[in-house]
């Protein structure tokens, strides 16, 4: 997916997990991190961990 998209899914997303669920967001160029970090935070907390290889990255949220 694309970055928009994952950033007008994010409630639904987020409404799909069950309390404590993991939310893994993967294939994020780095240079896109901090603009998904910055629009999900409403919803969650600073992510869980953020995974990057190369010029990719993977981040994950716990629903809190």
Do not use: C
Request: aromatic share 10%; charged share 25%; net charge neutral.
């Amino acid at each position: 997916l694309l970055l928009e998209p994952l950033v007008d899914l994010k409630e639904k997303l987020y409404m799909h997990l069950t309390p404590r669920g993991i939310l893994i967001v993967s294939g994020i160029l780095i240079e896109q991190e901090l603009k998904l970090i910055t629009n999900y935070q409403d919803l969650f907390s600073n992510p869980f961990k953020i995974l990057r290889e190369k010029e990719w990255s993977a981040i994950i949220w716990i629903k809190g």
